[in-house]
């Protein structure tokens, strides 16, 4: 936590509002520009005096809920608001703030890259699309509505997601999809709805998911080797590359072939061929 840069923040992010801008009225002649420290306080729910040792430097560390009322008070845009969580020594919040909306730079590169599978999935783990080249090894998903696009809900109670990986693979697969998740709930809150309720919902549904959640491992899918059984190309060896965008509530999935690994190199190379012929594995 950087007391003093919070401060400083906190000061400057006041003195540019007025206080119509916050639903307050304006009231007799002010000394000084912007809000009181007062009216913050009214308008975030907590103390003038906590409030006022924000300001001097000598608070404590503010909470995720007190963050979360301040970002709202000063109408602190996304930036501002990851700026604020940083200074106080929090995580800023990731995801909802794109929702299913994929964003416009994605979107490009999904429509320019033809010969690499590419996926763009929440973070969450929700399909939101892939080229053809990624429906071509993983199968069409656009027959799926609602939960049956995310990820770790498919590979825990469909069978049929597992089909293009070894039997052998299962269990490894599967704590990755738990220890992700795992982070992304962490990440976004454990007030987050539609977090905490994919996780109740997956314990529920399936004893495998309850068993590995309860290890508590943590682990973001950041670049990772699996094994893919095509029905026309047989078994690839498949780096699955994850990029993250800034806010971290969507990914960009890359999957290539193994150095050194020809064969499945040469199989990725026919996947336009094949995506073309409309053929492929239905996992999702």
Not at 62 to 78: F, G, I
Not at 85 to 105: H, V
Not at 109 to 124: A, F, K, M
Not at 172 to 195: F, H, I, N, Q, S
């Amino acid at each position: 936590m950087d007391r003093t840069e919070l401060a400083d923040f906190l000061r400057r992010s006041r003195e540019r509002l007025r206080p119509a801008d916050v639903g307050l009225p304006e009231g007799p002649r002010r000394r000084t520009p912007g809000l009181r420290r007062e009216e913050v306080a009214q308008v975030s729910g907590m103390s003038a005096d906590y409030y006022m040792r924000l300001e001097q430097a000598r608070s404590p560390q503010p909470s995720v809920q007190m963050l979360s009322a301040l970002v709202r008070a000063l109408r602190l845009t996304d930036d501002e608001r990851d700026h604020l969580y940083l200074l106080a020594g929090r995580r800023p919040p990731a995801g909802g703030a794109a929702g299913g909306e994929i964003r416009p730079a994605l979107r490009v590169l999904l429509d320019q890259v033809r010969d690499t599978p590419l996926q763009i999935v929440s973070d969450l783990g929700d399909l939101l699309a892939q080229n053809a080249a990624a429906e071509a090894l993983f199968g069409c998903a656009c027959t799926l509505e609602g939960e049956d696009r995310n990820l770790a809900w498919s590979w825990f109670t469909r069978p049929s997601a597992r089909a293009a990986y070894p039997a052998e693979d299962w269990e490894a697969y599967g704590r990755c999809y738990v220890a992700d998740l795992r982070a992304a709930v962490a990440r976004r809150g454990g007030a987050d709805p539609e977090a905490t309720g994919l996780v109740e919902r997956l314990r529920k549904h399936s004893g495998e998911f309850d068993r590995m959640w309860a290890l508590h491992e943590v682990g973001v899918r950041r670049s990772a080797t699996v094994r893919v059984v095509h029905p026309e190309l047989g078994l690839m060896d498949v780096v699955a590359e994850t990029l993250l965008t800034p806010a971290e509530d969507q990914r960009l999935q890359m999957f290539t072939a193994l150095p050194g690994a020809d064969g499945s190199a040469a199989a990725l190379a026919r996947l336009r061929e094949i995506g073309e012929e409309h053929v492929g594995l239905r996992l999702l």
